[in-house]
């Protein structure tokens, strides 16, 4: 059973460049944590440590007090949804199969009408093929499948990098309270700029210059806090996009 992951002075460098800089962190079981932060931060670079797709110049990543690599049944608990989900050329049915291959076909529309599918199925059945890449579907379609596919599956650790990638405003709010109920007994490890989503966790990071430079629970900030003032620059740029968009 998963109860912590630690990641110990950890850095990480892409061709000479820092990426993450003696970067410490602790996640324990049950705990729902956004990892924000500007944009080439190392947010997914740090989700591609934790999935060993990558390996760190220096530091450690402990499970449980264990090193990761050793750890049996690391991927098993996980339920990933990167921002490159993996698309196969063959059948929406297959494609979630991979997740769990028990799962019923009620169990598949279920689980891509949570993701936000209702529309997309309305002209589509389990059969269609997705293409080379999920080629013959758009790149929202692409995210909201991957998403069903995790939906599919009981990890005991979810982690979601923009989940609502692709996700139109008119479904939002419905996807967001289905992730919420599949997280309900879950770790949740989240990376997103959407303000809406990130009412999924309690407790935010601020990455920065390869560091954690500010950890709490929301609530708890001040007006003047590092975290404030990210989400506040988030929220007026989202609001000017919004402006922008009914212009
Ligand atoms: N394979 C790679 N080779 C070289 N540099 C890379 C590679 N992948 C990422 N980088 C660089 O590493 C830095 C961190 O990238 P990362 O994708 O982790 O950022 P991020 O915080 O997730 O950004 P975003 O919010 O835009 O997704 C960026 O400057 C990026 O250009």
Known sequence: MFEKIEFINLSFEYEGRKILDNFNLQIKRGEKIAIVGSSGEGKTTLIRLMLRFISPHSGKILVNEKPISEFENWYKMLGVLSQKAHIFNRSLRENLLIANPRASDKEMYEALEKAGLKKFMQTRNLDTILGNEGGFTSGGER????????????????ILDEPLEGVDKLVEKEVIENIRDFVKDKTLILISHRFSILSL???????????????????????????????KAEQELTEKFRKDDVV
């Open 201 to 231: 966790t309690e407790e935010f990071a601020v990455l920065e210059n390869g560091k954690i430079i500010e950890k709490g629970k929301y609530h708890e900030h001040s007006e003047d806090s590092l975290l404030k003032q990210f989400f």
């Open 143 to 158: 995210t909201r499948i991957a998403l069903a596919r995790l939906l599919l599956r009981k990890p005991e650790i979810v």
